[in-house]
């Protein structure tokens, strides 16, 4: 049997004898390691920036959050328009 099959047949053997109770807490035990790594992971890449990278993505940042509030609100002026138009069309009838 392969390297990979053994650890996996192993890891398959673990679970059969635990309550749900056990294989939750085991979930949550993994979810959080993989959180830790990922934020251990953002740290090291952020500390890798320079100050000007980390000055152009604030920017960048700043500007899509200005665009996306300003297509939010094209769609919203946009929604009002027809609302209106429907409510003066449904009122002659």
């Known amino acids: 049997m392969g390297k990979m099959k053994e650890l ?4 398959q053997e673990q679970f059969i004898d635990m309550s749900d109770a ?3 807490d085991w979930l ?3 979810e959080s390691a ?3 790594d990922k ?7 952020w500390s890798s920036l320079t100050d000007e990278q980390k000055q152009q993505l604030y920017e960048e940042q700043e500007s899509y959050e200005k665009e996306r509030m300003e297509r939010e609100m ?7 328009i027809e609302d209106e138009m429907n409510h003066d069309l449904s009122f002659g009838k």
Do not use: C, H, P, V
């Open 8 to 11: 996996f047949m192993k890891g």
């Open 22 to 24: 056990e294989y939750q």
């Open 28 to 30: 949550n035990l993994q």
């Open 34 to 36: 993989t959180q830790e």
């Open 39 to 45: 934020e251990s992971q953002y740290d090291a890449w």
């Open 74 to 80: 094209d769609i919203e002026d946009r929604m009002d």
